[in-house]
């Protein structure tokens, strides 16, 4: 959480600025007080007038003629951190040159808050070898970088470029302010395992792989060492080192072999629990008949982890249908530090939507119910639980 955490946002000038306003948002909605800067150009793409709306304070565009006497060093004093979102290259270049011609450099000139910049322009402007030199010299002087995204760019354009998304700004705010997970690696398993019947057909489920790449996604925003071991062919989140797998066999194993070593273990994976016994090598026919699959069970994959001598902090998930007595019982016998379940039946929750309703149970059996939220406000939830755990 964020709560009265003092962040300044210095919006300069992109076509990103309109995501700001989300960012600005989700700041305060993470209990952040927040204060608003912009420059002359971030104003011809997003009016003030939205920021002030947002955050419920006059925002501040220029060094001169403001109701503060000395706009920049009272905000450069008054932040805990700063975040500079979009970043233009124009920006990064002054504040790289040490100017201070405007109220955001000016500020960022004149503060000692840790600086979170968010770079967002086309692709050549970024890998322009003076940006570029920018950007080596910013962080040589402490500035830290979130992004830019690779993705679609304004004009159409594709490539690397694109301001990281404001949930992963927060996150990265979190880190800087909170810093709970620098230094963890986390290990976390996501997707629904296919189980082949014959070269064309498997056994499969409906699970997307979403929860747990937001997941994977937080934790490495907030400044975690992330492996993800993964079935889900979702576009990797940013960060995270990846491990492809398609079945419960390859899951256990890469599971298993990175899993001594990592401090957190999140499974949030859909295994499988059964597979054909034997693969057919070649296409069932439907003029052979109709075939007979034997059935046979697949390794436990957090049991495997649960046994482990000198075992990660670890976090199971269970998705139920109906009643979550049977999530109960395994938050109590799977030797889990935490089981998130949820009821994949129930509307909004579970399987490829957005959101997710999910009851937190302890292992003595505790349990607290949280309400339907974003998946990534359910990551979010999590990883500050799993930090307050973990540090008392
Ligand atoms: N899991 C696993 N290996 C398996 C099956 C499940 O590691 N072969 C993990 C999942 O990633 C999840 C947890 O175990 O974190 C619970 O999964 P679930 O399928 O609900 O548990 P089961 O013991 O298979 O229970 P059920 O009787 O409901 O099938």
Do not use: C
Not at 327 to 341: I, P, S, W, Y
């Amino acid at each position: 959480m964020l709560r009265d955490r003092r962040i300044l946002l210095a919006v300069t000038g992109g076509v990103a600025a309109y995501k700001a306003v989300y960012l600005a948002r989700r700041l305060l909605e993470r209990g952040a007080e927040i204060e608003v800067i912009m420059t002359e150009a971030a104003r011809r793409f997003v009016g003030e007038q939205t920021f002030a709306a947002i955050s419920g304070r006059p925002v501040s565009t220029d060094l001169f003629g403001s109701s503060r006497v000395s706009p920049h060093t009272e905000l450069a004093g008054w932040a805990e951190v700063i975040v500079v979102a979009p970043a233009t290259a124009a920006t990064m270049a002054r504040l790289a040159a040490g100017l201070s011609e405007d109220l955001v450099t000016a500020t960022l000139l004149a503060s000692e808050a840790p600086v979170l910049l968010a770079p967002a322009m086309h692709t050549e402007m970024w890998q322009h070898p003076a940006t570029q030199r920018n950007v080596e010299r910013l962080k040589a002087d402490g500035h830290q970088f979130i992004g830019p995204a690779e993705g679609s760019l304004a004009g159409g354009d594709e490539g690397p470029g694109r301001m990281i998304e404001p949930d992963e700004i927060v996150a990265a705010v979190e880190a800087i302010l909170t810093g709970p997970l620098k230094g963890w690696r986390v290990l976390v398993s996501a997707g629904g395992t296919r189980e082949p019947i014959d070269p064309v057909r498997y056994i499969g489920n409906r699970s997307s792989g979403k929860m747990g790449y937001a997941i994977a996604s937080v934790a490495a925003a907030r400044g975690a060492d992330v492996l993800l071991v993964t079935s889900s062919t979702l576009p990797p989140p940013a960060g995270v080192e990846l491990f492809r797998v398609e079945t419960a066999e390859e899951m256990a194993a890469q599971v298993w072999n990175l899993a001594p070593g990592v401090d957190v273990a999140v499974l949030t994976a859909a295994v499988a629990d059964f597979r054909p016994a034997k693969e057919i090598d070649s296409k069932l026919r439907r003029r052979d008949g109709v075939p007979e699959l034997v059935l046979e069970s697949t390794p436990d994959i957090l049991a495997g982890v649960a046994a482990l001598d000198d075992r990660p902090f670890l976090v199971g998930f269970a998705a139920e249908t109906g009643s979550l007595d049977g999530a109960r019982r395994k938050a109590m016998e799977k030797g889990v530090d935490l089981l998130v379940a949820n009821d994949v039946s129930e509307p909004g929750s579970g399987f490829g939507t957005e959101t997710n309703r999910v009851t937190i149970i302890r292992p003595d059996g505790a349990s607290d119910e949280w309400p339907l939220l974003d998946k990534r406000q359910v990551a979010d939830r999590l990883w500050d639980l799993v930090a307050q755990i973990r540090q008392s």
